[in-house]
């Protein structure tokens, strides 16, 4: 059983490009949370979606960030005019269960903007 | 509480000895806690989870503390091997909302 899986591990843009970071989520998992962390420091809650569904946003900046959870396919997590303060790593988790226990997380994805 | 960005604390010990991490958190609304582990390039990893009706749990070769007077969370590593470096951190849910709010971590370092 493949764990969660992101894609690309590693992305480069320039300042005021599109970032889009993927997450699979396990096999059976309908929950999908997103993470970002900074250097040194822990993980900070983005974002929280089931199946079609954005649950709770709380922490997603108002503005160029925006997630999904499609029916099919994988979470996408974009982020449109990116900056340099938005080089981080980026994780996401998914669970078979609703609420933020059993928690599985990817390798993540490390953003940098040049 | 909410990470602050400072250099992580690090804890060193020798291969063998007992590990205690420490963590307070920040809402006393929490009431479900879980320690995760994350090594260098790498997802957090769960290792111990214990709900607030609780004061300890036990796992393999890991045990987790709970005090809710002081708002403190403790992880125990008994016989600390080189495999246990990496980075420690600690999670507070409360468990009527979705968030999970991650501590600010403590590096541990294994001397062999």
């Known amino acids: 059983n493949a764990g969660v899986m992101q894609n690309p591990r590693h992305l480069v843009r320039r300042r005021g490009q599109e970032a889009r970071l993927r997450c699979s989520p396990m096999?059976?998992?309908?929950?999908v949370y997103w993470y970002r962390q900074l250097p040194e420091e822990g993980l900070k809650f983005m974002v929280y979606?089931?199946?079609?569904?954005?649950?709770?946003e709380s922490g997603m900046p108002k503005e160029r960030f925006s997630a999904e959870f499609p029916k099919e396919g994988p979470s996408i997590l974009r982020i449109q005019q990116v900056v340099r303060g938005d080089s981080a790593a980026y994780f996401c988790?998914?669970?078979?269960?609703?609420?933020?226990?059993?928690?599985?997380f990817g390798p993540g994805t490390r953003l940098t903007v040049t | 509480g909410e990470s602050v960005g400072l250099h992580l604390p690090t804890l060193s010990v020798q291969e063998g000895d007992n590990s205690i991490i420490n963590c307070a958190y920040s809402?006393?609304?929490?009431?479900?806690f879980i320690w995760y582990k994350q090594e260098s390039g790498k997802g957090p990893q769960f290792i111990i989870d214990?709900?607030?009706?609780?004061d300890k749990r036990q796992g393999q070769r890991v045990t987790v503390l709970l005090n809710k007077t002081v708002k403190h969370l403790s992880l125990q590593i008994a016989a600390t091997q080189p495999g246990d470096s990496a980075v420690y951190f600690c999670?507070?849910?409360?468990?009527?909302?979705?968030?999970?709010?991650f501590g600010a971590g403590t590096r541990l370092f294994v001397k062999a």
């Open positions: 979606l089931q199946k079609e569904n954005i649950i709770d």
């Open positions: 988790a998914s669970s078979p269960q609703e609420g933020p226990y059993e928690q599985y």
């Open positions: 809402n006393s609304a929490s009431d479900y």
């Open positions: 096999k059976g998992h309908s929950h």
């Open positions: 214990i709900r607030s009706n609780m």
């Open positions: 999670a507070e849910i409360n468990t009527g909302g979705f968030k999970t709010i």
